[in-house]
């Protein structure tokens, strides 16, 4: 079975930085492509950005110039460093495997900006 777990979130402060991980587990690909995901209450679970095996990314245009995906295949391990944040950027945030579907994500790590 394959399981996801993120970490890192926490409350920061307007213009402030946070970085999430996501470690992943069982019989998957160390180089597997993964996205990061963001839902807000009440709000629809948005993509924010993604990461393929060999270090490509992309993000959505919100986040662009503030966020940066990153990996470490020998951790099993995807990262999420968020820059310049702002209110809007409050959620919870998830990561995610594209090819196993969508319905497998892990518990979720919530970030809070707010001054």
């Known amino acids: 079975q394959v399981h996801l777990v993120e970490s890192g979130g926490g409350l920061v402060q307007p213009g402030g930085s946070l970085r999430l991980s996501c470690t992943f587990s069982g019989s998957i690909s160390s180089t597997v492509p993964i996205t990061w995901y963001r839902q807000a209450p009440g709000k629809v679970r948005e993509l924010v950005g993604g990461?393929?095996?060999?270090?490509?990314?992309e993000y959505t245009d919100s986040v662009k110039g503030r966020f940066t995906i990153s990996r470490d295949s020998a951790k099993n391990a995807v990262y999420l460093q968020m820059n310049n944040l702002k209110s809007e950027d409050t959620g919870v945030y998830y990561c995610?495997?594209?090819?196993?579907?969508?319905?497998?994500w892990g518990q979720g790590t919530q970030v809070t900006v707010s001054s």
């Open positions: 995610n495997i594209p090819k196993l579907g969508d319905n497998i």
């Open positions: 990461i393929t095996g060999d270090g490509s990314t």
